[in-house]
Nanobody
């Protein structure tokens, strides 16, 4: 059974850094586009960053661009989210997600609605203290 497992969530002070990892199992995810979503208290789940199956293209939401970096290793079946200069507003449960299908070079945020996701991880909690 294909599954995604996140790790690395923690309590960190504002301005700190944290790296989240997503380990895929059950099958190869080398042909899936992968992403990180997050859901804060009382908020809807939203896209944070995404990476194309080959790793050649990435997308970042405006609120993390320049602070977060998404990467993947298709040999190890992992996806990583490096987070720097964390802010209290980054506090949320972070979810790893896999989606087959197209990647839009002209509008890379398209096709990333939560309903488009094929497989979700269970999430990892990130808390940023002020």
């Amino acid at each position: 059974q294909a599954r995604l497992v996140e790790s690395g969530g923690a309590l960190v002070p504002a301005g700190g850094s944290l790296t989240l990892s997503c380990t895929a199992s059950g099958r190869s995810f080398s042909t899936d586009n992968m992403a990180w979503f997050r859901q804060g208290p009382g908020e809807e789940r939203g896209l944070v960053a995404a990476i194309i199956f080959s790793g050649a293209h990435t997308y970042y939401s405006d609120f993390v661009r320049g602070r977060f970096t998404i990467s993947r290793n298709n040999v190890e079946n992992t996806v990583t989210l490096q987070m720097t200069n964390l802010e209290p507003e980054d506090t949320a449960v972070y979810y790893c997600a896999a989606r087959s299908g197209p990647w839009s070079l002209g509008n890379p945020s398209s096709h990333w609605a939560p309903a488009d996701i094929d497989i979700w991880g269970r999430g990892t909690q990130v808390t940023v203290s002020s």
